[in-house]
């Protein structure tokens, strides 16, 4: 049995990941979504709320499993015995990133390869803060996101916007 792991921040998940876990589990036989949640991004969601949102995204898939985790990307590979990390790649600046975390991870665990899949065509442009940006403006997501997680977005800029959540977010606006 091949145990792929599948991290990122995941803030909010959107269908280019699921897409990319879909796939991944296609050619492993479990795949592992890891929630990252000692990030040194701003987060606009709770590891426990996009742990939550990820494990409803995929509650269907009885392959695509998920976890919230804390240490080095190849140490919990390796407690959880995943042979395999899995990356997604949208554009040409994503292959540069992942090649030097390819190379950063390949030192830290030589048992543990990279497999990088290459996104379909319609979410090349997604990415989580595109969706946080998009949403906080009250633009439509329904195409980027299922809708537990749109429905996520709009309480939790609700909340802001009410003064009940205090968060600091990255602008796409210049």
Do not use: C
Request: glycine residues 6%; without cysteine; proline residues 3%.
């Amino acid at each position: 049995m091949i145990r792929a792991f599948f991290p990122g921040s995941f803030d909010p998940i959107h269908y280019g990941h699921i897409d990319i876990a879909w796939r991944a589990s296609k050619l492993f036989d479990e795949v592992i979504v890891g929630v990252y949640n000692r990030s040194l991004k701003n987060m606009l969601f709770s590891p426990e709320e996009r742990i939550a949102m990820a494990k409803k995204t995929f509650e269907e898939e009885p392959r695509i499993n998920v976890m919230g985790y804390n240490k080095l990307t190849v140490d919990f590979a390796r407690e959880i015995g995943a042979k395999v990390i899995v990356r997604g790649l949208r554009v040409f600046s994503d292959f540069e990133y992942e090649f030097r975390m390819a190379l950063a991870n390949h030192r830290l665990a030589h048992d543990i390869e990279v497999v990088a899949l290459i996104t379909n065509e319609e979410h090349t442009f997604l990415s989580s803060t595109t969706v946080r940006e998009i949403a906080s403006l009250g633009g439509n997501i329904s195409t980027m996101v299922p809708q537990h997680v749109s429905d996520a977005l709009i309480h939790k800029f609700q909340e802001i916007s009410d003064g009940r959540t205090n968060i600091h977010m990255t602008s796409l606006r210049d």
